[in-house]
């Protein structure tokens, strides 16, 4: 092979990260030239999300910058169009324009993670907080702040109820630490900050399938059977309820709307946030691949987390079904991602000077969840620890693993000052509007989606389903696909209420932006339609004779 290898690393998450580290002697003999592609120029630490969100941490203190963290590599930031093994060729586009750019590669390395499992409910997508990607978290880090500013202001109870009504589906390790990281939160924010408001008034719901929270301390998350250790999950539990959080197990979302959640026992509950940890999926561009996939979606690898039958292939991280040394798959955590990416990337240096490759062999010492007020439950090698000892330990494995320098140095200033000052409650958003605000909404059965006794700011487009318009307890009218409707829809049909009939989808934009489009697409019509009435042939046969038009 002339010149160095070309390796291309496709991922910006921990995977990626170990595999560039143990590549750097190969980069420096110029054995090897690596590309590593992702879709933003930092590495987000899922891990801290909690505590970003309920302000012990500055939101940039995550993002380690790409740049510095992958060096000597080379960055590629854009989306990956399409993976042809055969041609040996990936093709990105650009988030600016969609312009397509090329990579050729000699050896290849799939560490793309996973994405959101959008479709476990109806209206997840629309209407759920998501804690995948850093956007979301951050959004939800400023709606948090909003529906307390919301409700220290609003003086309809059933509103203030659904204001402070915060719903988490999914009682994992990241639904739990979130769930309770927010109930001590609350407690700190109504104490000093929002003293209108009482904790009391807060509820905090969790949802979870299962008969407990914390399936993960069962060794539940995998297909191999870990090590259970259920004194953990019972500690667990007591200290989320200790904290306010109210439990509801063995119980499913079925549906969630702009304003409640319906469950699978037939209960709703009212609230403006929800958020979902229920689970994810393969991402859409390995999917199309012919590659063998385990039942969960991922790819499976061999004991030297290369793809059976491409031998310049390698995978590690969340999309992976990567084999675990005691039995079963690796589960889908940082942890276990560094392992993996570290592995290949000492593999791709031996395959590279003419070396075999060694089996996968690494685990991890321990697991842990930080579950509020300075406690933590977990193990290591074995040995369970609960309260501020695993909360301690937790700190120092995430401090440790923590990808740059100068975010460590952030993190430890971050640890150090909000105890003096307090929780960060700046709601970091813009006030500059969009042109054209569209909402998504999911709405169930007998749902009321408005009512005259409150604004009406939203015109809605219905895209499924039907909408009764109520005036006087009666229906006035029916409508369906296609149809619209708002303030003055209600007031012209002198009805009070519009009210789903089945299950609703609409498009919704803000009643004066409606307007405005509308003006927009009238003149734009007309303006066709003059074009559309002008002789052209005069113009063509002066193209044809030999104008430059």
Not at 84 to 95: I, K, Y
Not at 160 to 183: I, K
Request: hydrophobic share 40%.
């Amino acid at each position: 092979m002339a010149g160095p290898a070309r390796v291309l690393v496709l991922g910006g998450g921990f995977a990626a990260l170990h595999t560039v580290r143990k590549l750097r002697g190969a980069m420096r003999s110029d054995v090897a030239g690596v590309t590593v592609v992702a879709r933003e120029n930092f590495l987000y630490a899922h891990g801290f999300a909690g505590e970003m969100v309920t302000g012990r941490i500055a939101p940039g203190t995550i993002l380690n910058p790409a740049r510095r963290i992958f060096a000597p590599a080379r960055i590629h930031i854009a989306e990956i169009e399409s993976i042809d093994l055969d041609a040996r060729r990936v093709v990105t586009s650009r988030h600016l324009d969609g312009a397509r750019y090329q990579l050729e590669y000699d050896r290849l390395v799939l560490a793309l993670g996973s994405a959101e499992n959008l479709g476990a409910y109806p209206g997840l997508a629309e209407h759920a907080f998501k804690l995948k990607l850093y956007e979301d978290c951050f959004r939800l880090k400023n709606h948090l702040i909003e529906m307390l500013e919301l409700a220290d202001i609003e003086t309809d109870p059933d509103e203030r109820r659904r204001l402070l009504t915060f719903f988490v589906a999914g009682g994992g390790f990241s639904g739990t630490e979130l769930a309770c990281e927010l109930a001590d939160f609350l407690r700190l924010l109504t104490q000093r900050e929002y003293p209108r408001i009482a904790r009391s008034e807060c509820r905090i719901v969790i949802v979870h399938p299962g008969a407990t929270l914390l399936p993960e301390l069962y060794g539940a998350s995998t297909e191999r059977r870990g090590r259970s250790y259920p004194q953990l999950v019972r500690y667990g539990m007591r200290h989320a309820e200790r904290l306010g959080v109210e439990l509801m197990l063995e119980t499913k979302v079925v549906g969630a709307t702009p304003n409640e959640v319906h469950l699978s026992n037939g209960q709703h509950v009212p609230t403006r946030t929800i958020i979902s940890t229920v689970g994810t999926k393969p991402v859409a561009v390995l999917e199309e691949l012919p590659l063998e996939r385990d039942p969960r979606g991922r790819l499976v690898v061999d004991e030297h987390l290369r793809v059976p039958g491409q031998d310049d292939v390698w995978a590690g991280g969340d999309c992976a079904a990567v084999p675990h040394p005691r039995g079963g798959t690796c589960p889908p955590v940082a942890t276990y991602a560094i392992a993996h990416g570290a592995h290949i990337g000492r593999n791709l240096s031996r395959a590279l000077t003419g070396k075999p490759p060694k089996p996968f062999r690494s685990g991890v010492i321990g697991q842990a969840v930080s579950i509020g007020r300075r406690t933590a439950v977990g193990d290591v090698k074995g040995v369970p620890l609960r309260g501020k000892v695993a909360w301690l330990g937790w700190r120092v494995v995430g401090f440790a693993i923590f990808p740059s320098w100068d975010r460590r140095l952030h993190l430890l200033a971050d640890w150090s000052v909000w105890p003096l000052v307090g929780r960060d409650i700046v709601q970091m958003t813009s006030s500059l509007m969009p042109d054209y605000e569209v909402r998504h909404n999911v709405y169930q059965a007998g749902e009321v989606i408005a009512e005259r006794a409150r604004p009406v700011r939203y015109v809605h487009v219905i895209v499924e389903g039907e909408v009764e318009l109520i005036g006087r307890q009666e229906t006035v009218d029916t409508i369906g696909p296609g149809s619209h409707f708002g303030r003055k829809s209600l007031e012209q049909a002198e009805a009070d209420v519009a009210r789903a009939k089945s299950l609703v989808r609409t498009v919704a934009l803000r009643a004066e932006q409606a307007n405005r489009l509308q003006d927009v697409l009238l003149s734009t019509g007309r303006i066709v339609a003059r074009t559309e009435a002008i002789d052209v042939e005069p113009y063509r046969r002066e193209r044809e004779v030999g104008g430059d038009g």
